[in-house]
C-alpha cells in the first residue's frame, strides 16, 4: 500500500462542490484512509489576470494502484469533473489534481515528475500538508513538509 499526496484546486463555478466532487471520487477510485487538509481561499498564482480566487488544498490517503497509472486516473477525473484544457499556462479551471508525493518515490518523466518540482514553493500546497502530513520526508529535498513550509514561509 503506498501513501500518496494531492493538491487540490479550483478557481471556476462552485468551488467547495469541485472540492466535494473530487475528493467522493478519489474514494471511489479506491484510494482508502484519504483525508483533507485545511482549504484556504488563495489569490491566483502565475495565473491569466483574470483569473479568479482559488480554493487551494492537499489531501493524503493510501492506494494500491501504481504511480503512473494514478496519475491517468487523475487526468481522467478531472476531465469527468468537467475540466477542459486549452494550453493556457495556468489557466482557469473547475478542478486540479497534481499528484504531489507518492511514498519516497522518485520519478522524472516528460510526463510524470515526483515529488511534484514546485510543491517546495507553493505555501498553498505546503500549509495544508503540514497539519495533515507535518514529518513525511520530501524526497529529494531531504527535507520533511513542514520544514518546507516553514522555510518557504521564513524566506518570504
Request: glycine share 6%; hydrophobic share 45%; net charge negative.
Amino acid at each position: 500500500m503506498a501513501k500518496i499526496a494531492i493538491a487540490l484546486g479550483s478557481n471556476l463555478g462552485d468551488r467547495k462542490a469541485n472540492f466535494d466532487a473530487a475528493m467522493r471520487e478519489l474514494k471511489a477510485l479506491g484510494i482508502r484512509e484519504l483525508k483533507l487538509g485545511p482549504v484556504l481561499d488563495t489569490d491566483p498564482v502565475d495565473c491569466p489576470s483574470d483569473a479568479g480566487a482559488y480554493l487551494n488544498s492537499a489531501c493524503i490517503g493510501e492506494t494500491d494502484i501504481p504511480a503512473f497509472t494514478l496519475m491517468q486516473n487523475l487526468l481522467d477525473l478531472e476531465q469527468k469533473l468537467g475540466r477542459v484544457r486549452t494550453g493556457v499556462y495556468h489557466e482557469s479551471r473547475i478542478i486540479d489534481l497534481d499528484m504531489l508525493l507518492y511514498d519516497q518515490e522518485i520519478i522524472h518523466t516528460d510526463w510524470l515528475q515526483l515529488p511534484h518540482p514546485e510543491m517546495h514553493l507553493r505555501d498553498f500546497v505546503l500549509a495544508p500538508l503540514a497539519v495533515i502530513a507535518p514529518d513525511w520526508l520530501i524526497p529529494i529535498k531531504e527535507i520533511t513538509v513542514l520544514q518546507a513550509y516553514e522555510k518557504l514561509f521564513n524566506h518570504s
